[in-house]
């Protein structure tokens, strides 16, 4: 069963070449005798097995969960300590996305628990915060460094905004909810009341947000096909991200913080794909709405920027008093 399973998965990226030929070629073999194992007359050795997963950039793994239902393979990203992991991070992530990218009809289906990380790697000062708040998070040197202190490397910043930039070359539909932006609001004034964020930093991040905002409604008006923005009220984000076309896909599960399970188990992403199907059904595309229900959704969450602003610049007051 496993033979049968790799052949066919080489043959798939061969699309109209010969396998026995192929086979031939990599294993150093006649052709009668890539013939006997094509035709599963002859069994393949386990280093040739390795061999030819290795050339066709196949895992072994993932061949198990096709042939044992309830078994999937998955590859999890590493987990990140420093600013130089974060640059890895970004880095790898852009090259997994560009190779699938690259290709045509591939789509993005984005189920947003928080703020994409795509849009926020975009504007300058919330990279920053962002970054800085990751490493907050991992790096047990940033314990005592404040906002003001922090400003990432130029290669941290230039890995961040390519992989950021990806997003405008590829068809992405993102499912939210008013609390996605919840735990970027929480984030600035978690680190204002530490003591870590300055008053004046706190309140240019909300008019950053706000800006954002209206960068991303402004792409929803357009009702250009590349963005798609759904509105959901029924169903929990989670942050798992589904890459796929007619051929390939890959979903990715969050594991930890920026680390992900990646999966490329075509029936594991199939059944993942109707669970976002289902959540698009049951969901607003704003881009078609009317204005009423795109004012509706904005101002909603325009609110919650602005009430945060307030309470700092409340908070602000009192410390003064």
Not at 98 to 119: E, R
Not at 293 to 318: G, H, R, S, T, W
Request: proline content about 1%.
């Amino acid at each position: 069963m496993f033979q049968k399973l790799l052949l066919d998965k080489i043959q798939e990226d061969l699309q109209a070449k010969s396998l026995n030929e192929e086979i031939a070629k990599v294993l150093d073999i006649s052709y009668d005798a890539a013939h006997r194992r094509t035709s599963l007359k002859s069994k393949i050795s386990l280093d040739e097995a390795m061999l030819l997963a290795h050339y066709f950039d196949l895992s072994l793994d993932s061949l198990t969960g096709e042939a044992y239902s309830g078994y999937v393979s998955m590859e999890k990203t590493p987990q990140l300590n420093n600013e130089e992991d974060l640059e890895r991070y970004f880095r790898s992530s852009y090259e997994s996305l560009s190779i699938i990218v690259n290709n045509i009809g591939f789509q993005i289906l984005y189920s947003a628990k928080d703020i994409p990380l795509f849009h926020l790697l975009r504007s300058g000062e919330l990279s920053r915060f962002k970054i800085y708040v990751w490493l907050k998070l991992l790096d047990k040197s940033f314990r005592n460094k404040s906002f003001s202190e922090f400003y990432p490397k130029l290669s941290t910043i230039q890995s961040a905004s390519k992989l950021a930039d990806i997003y405008n070359h590829i068809s992405v539909s993102e499912i939210w909810d008013v609390t996605t932006i919840n735990s970027t609001l929480k984030q600035i004034h978690f680190y204002y009341k530490a003591n870590q964020v300055t008053y004046e930093e706190a309140i240019d991040l909300c008019n950053c947000l706000k800006e954002l905002l209206d960068e991303i409604s402004t792409k929803v008006v357009s009702k250009k096909q590349e963005f798609n923005l759904y509105y959901n009220e029924l169903l929990l984000m989670n942050n798992n991200v589904l890459v796929f076309n007619e051929s390939k896909q890959m979903l990715f599960v969050p594991s930890a913080m920026l680390s992900y399970f990646k999966i490329t188990d075509k029936e594991t992403c199939l059944e993942a794909k109707k669970y976002f199907d289902k959540q698009i059904k049951h969901s607003k595309l704003l881009n078609t709405s009317g204005e009423k229900e795109q004012n509706q959704f904005y101002n909603k969450v325009m609110q919650k920027i602005e009430a945060l602003a307030q309470l700092i610049k409340a908070e602000n007051v009192l410390d003064f008093e």
